[in-house]
């Protein structure tokens, strides 16, 4: 009985040793590009989250891509999106009358060309201008009126989550933050979630083929963060995005269009970060670059 009892002890141990052995050969590799991204992350010496996806491959650039990021004001585009939809269903019209109120100022000071040209408010402008002035100009106040109008954070997140988008987190407006930056870190977006807005606006979108292009292309006429997604790729190459910014937020979400004509998404995101502003927004172009130098062998 002592000697079967030792072997089967001995089997145990042989079954154990195989199990140490075997699980690792199934352990999930990282690709040459997230090594290449993970470095290229380290000298933002903070927290940085990366997600990306080619529609048809395999290409693989996830670097914690279900982490909860402060968004800032990359919200303005799913604002934007859940705004149209609800024009298209009737609820609201691009070209109805929305009044910049005295009490939609966020002061003392914000960034906001529309404050800044209306600095007492009370003027009234088509629900298109703000939409436009919230994603290609990412003003904040005119942000803040179309979150008012289309029904406060909760509808924004509501319809996002309709959509199938998980890790979307929409608390509190841009005058809550001006007001309070720890209220930053209650709006995340995860990078994986924001990969997945991009990719249906690019080839399964929610919206007309009409609102579609209006928001792709207030995204591609932007000025905002030039030399964050843009900032590496070769010239002339086509990008539409989304950038969001704060002490704590370096962040840019866009299409990257292939000379091919095929469009990359992605979504980088930087928080927390000691690096300088310089290097920071070098940090994200690099990462763009490589998966874009990736992307059109694939």
């Known amino acids: 009985m002592e000697k079967t009892a030792n072997n089967w002890q001995n089997m145990g141990s042989m079954r154990l040793a195989i199990i140490v052995f075997v699980l690792p050969l199934y352990a999930p590799a990282q690709t040459a590009l997230q090594r290449q991204i993970s470095a290229i992350a380290a000298e933002a010496h903070g927290k940085v989250s990366v997600a990306c996806s080619l529609p048809g491959t395999t290409l693989k650039c996830d670097l914690n891509p279900q982490a909860h990021p402060p968004m800032q004001s990359v919200f303005k585009l799913p604002l ?164 969001g910014t704060s002490d704590a937020a370096t962040n840019d979400i866009g299409l990257i269009t292939l000379p091919d004509g095929r469009r990359l998404a992605i979504a980088i ?10 290097v920071r927004d070098s940090v994200v172009a690099r990462i763009a670059r490589a998966a874009y130098d990736v992307a059109i062998a694939k």
């Open 80 to 243: 934007a999106v859940a705004a149209l939809s609800q024009g298209e269903h009737g609820r609201l019209s691009l070209d109805q009358t929305i009044r910049f109120r005295s009490s939609d100022r966020i002061l003392p000071r914000t960034y906001s060309p529309l404050q800044e040209k209306y600095p007492e408010g009370e003027v009234d402008l088509p629900l298109r201008e703000f939409l436009r002035m919230a994603v290609s100009v990412s003003d904040n106040v005119a942000a803040d009126i179309v979150l008012r109008t289309v029904g406060g954070p909760k509808v924004v997140e509501g319809y996002v989550r309709s959509l199938g988008i998980r890790g979307f987190h929409l608390q509190d407006s841009e005058a809550a933050l001006h007001h309070d930056e720890r209220l930053q870190y209650r709006n995340w977006f995860e990078p994986a979630g924001a990969v997945q807005l991009l990719q249906r606006l690019s080839a399964n979108s929610a919206l007309s083929a009409e609102h579609t292009q209006l928001v792709l292309d207030w995204m591609r006429d932007t000025s905002r963060a030039p030399k964050r997604i843009k900032g590496a790729l070769p010239a002339g190459t086509i990008v539409m995005h989304k950038p």
């Open 269 to 278: 995101f930087l928080t927390d970060c000691t690096a300088s502003d310089e």
